[in-house]
């Protein structure tokens, strides 16, 4: 006996005492972690463990209780009906248990969360009223059971509102294609190759008809999204075609510049901007241009506006300014010929005489008209321009 309790045995024991009091410490603790959040999934599942739950749901359910200073703690360390205890068995099935409760909230809100974007989705497209909306989503709360269930009967009811106005959805959809059509400026073959557009006896109509409309409203809008940059550029690029031709039409008006003070500083104000953006119009051109072929070689196809490739719709509209500034420049250099033509015919060839700015040169025969129209009043005239005499001393004495 007494080599038993020798010192050394004595520590020995000391320290396997104090190891198993931290032992049986760390495994309670943890044991109580992994009930609570054992039981805080089962809330969020909504199980009861009284009605739905396993025999090991009712022990976990049971297990902890509040101590006088509120913190939890095990209602036994070892199992009975009511409670897990703390055994390594208990803490591998509590472990198992934990794993299994968090698969089926993940299960659970990826259901909820596919059934909720239908439903979304049907409620938009079937127009149902905000009023039944927020009835049903405040109706609905958590992931227990009852919240699927009613998800799943919702969408019921509206997949077979749905299948009764199929006709009416189908149609709305077509009128969407339609403006789609428009904004992307398609063109005839790429309407026809849409063949379910096509579809006209009612009796056709159905979910899957429906469903590749929208799959190709889809498209479209895709399509539209990536056109929308350049549609932006040749929107500009057409604004400053006609702000050009604008610009022209005012040059040739000499009476724009007759306006005096504010009137004038305004109109010129107006034709600098003008010249201004008309100057960057050869830069535009050319970054269109360039984004026309990236289109191109990436589309395989040309970039259609209002019906036509807008690559062609440029070269167009370049060969038809060229030629406007030709007419042009041939009707000023015809116009300075007849002047010249006037003015050789009254003065002579080789005369040097330049008519003033705006003043017309007129011909010998307009010439002679004007004066022909004064012959009767030249005696009068010629009377009334001499100059009057001085009233006489004696007039000027008697008055």
Known sequence: IESDLTAERREQFHRKRAEMKEELHSRTSAVIQLLRS???????????????????????????????????????KFQTETCTGISSKAYDQLMTRLEELNGEKRRRKTK??????????????????????????????????DTIA??????????????????KLVAEARE????????????????????????ESESLFNDE?????????????????????????????????????????????????????????KQLMREEKMARRIKGLPKLTRDLNEKLHEWKELNHENFQYHGEAYLDVMERQEEEWKQYKENELQHKL????????????RFGAGSKFKPLPGRKVLS????????????PGDATNKASSRPRAAPTASRATTH
């Open 364 to 375: 010998n025969a307009q010439s002679r008209q004007n004066t022909t129209r004064r012959a």
């Open 176 to 199: 969407t294609i339609q403006s789609l059509w428009e904004e992307t400026n398609a063109t005839k073959d790429q309407r026809s190759s849409f063949a379910p557009y096509s579809v």
């Open 209 to 265: 008809l429906l469903e590749k409309h929208e799959e190709y409203i889809q498209v479209l809008e895709a399509r539209l999204e990536n056109m929308k940059p350049i549609l932006k550029l040749i929107k500009h690029r057409e604004e400053i075609l006609r702000e050009r031709m604008e610009y022209e039409e005012l040059q040739k008006d000499p009476n724009r510049l007759q306006q005096r003070g504010a009137s004038m500083t």
């Open 38 to 76: 054992c039981q805080h999934v089962m809330h969020e599942l909504r199980i009861e463990t009284d009605q739905s739950g396993t025999e090991f749901d009712r022990q976990i359910d049971g297990s902890l209780v509040r101590s006088k200073d509120g913190s939890f703690i095990m209602a036994s």
């Open 112 to 145: 909820l969360q596919d059934m909720g974007a239908s439903i979304a989705m049907l409620w938009e497209k079937l127009r149902i009223p905000e009023e039944e909306q927020r009835a049903f989503t405040e109706s609905v709360q958590g992931l227990g059971l």
């Open 334 to 345: 015809k116009k300075k010929q007849e002047e010249q033509t006037l003015v050789e015919s």
């Open 150 to 167: 009613k998800g799943e009967a919702e969408l019921e009811r509206l997949l077979f509102f749905k299948a009764d106005m199929i006709g």
